[in-house]
């Protein structure tokens, strides 16, 4: 009966239609956003800040305590590096208190008081 109505309206040809689904791949499907601690202990440090904030989804939490009691002129080449950095990927970079600096990708917003 169901069929009969399906000839009589033209809905039994949308039934044979093939669909080929799309499955995405794990990377596609994790887009989270997560918030990452460093602690900022050499220069060299920053190579890793940097590789994972241009993965894109990642939110750096600096703590630069421990190299501003070492040597506070690496100190200002690493928060240099990572400020040019931050600013050619259009991210956004910011300090919170006296030990702790926010780097964040493009689409994120850092709120300053």
Same mark, same amino acid.
């Given at each position: 009966? %169901? ?5 009589? $309206? ?10 080929? @689904? %799309? ?10 956003? #997560?918030?990452?601690?460093?602690? =900022? ?10 590789? /994972? =904030?241009?993965?894109?989804?990642? *939110?750096? /939490? #600096?703590? #630069? ?7 506070? *002129?690496?100190?200002?080449? !690493? ?6 950095? %931050?600013? !050619?990927?259009?991210?956004? #970079? !910011? ?6 600096? *926010?780097?964040? @990708?493009? $689409? /994120? ?5």
């Amino acid at each position: 009966m %169901v069929r009969i109505f399906k000839r009589i $309206f033209g809905k039994e040809q949308e039934e044979t239609e093939e669909y080929i @689904p %799309v499955e995405l791949s794990k990377e596609e499907k994790q887009k989270k956003l #997560i918030v990452k601690p460093f602690i =900022l202990n050499s220069f060299e440090d920053t190579n890793k800040i940097l590789e /994972v =904030l241009r993965e894109g989804y990642a *939110i750096a /939490v #600096i703590d #630069i305590k421990p190299l501003k009691q070492k040597d506070i *002129i690496e100190l200002k080449r !690493a928060i240099s590096k990572l400020k040019k950095t %931050v600013q !050619a990927l259009e991210g956004d #970079i !910011a300090g919170f208190g006296e030990n702790t600096i *926010i780097a964040a @990708p493009s $689409f /994120v917003e850092i709120a300053r008081s």
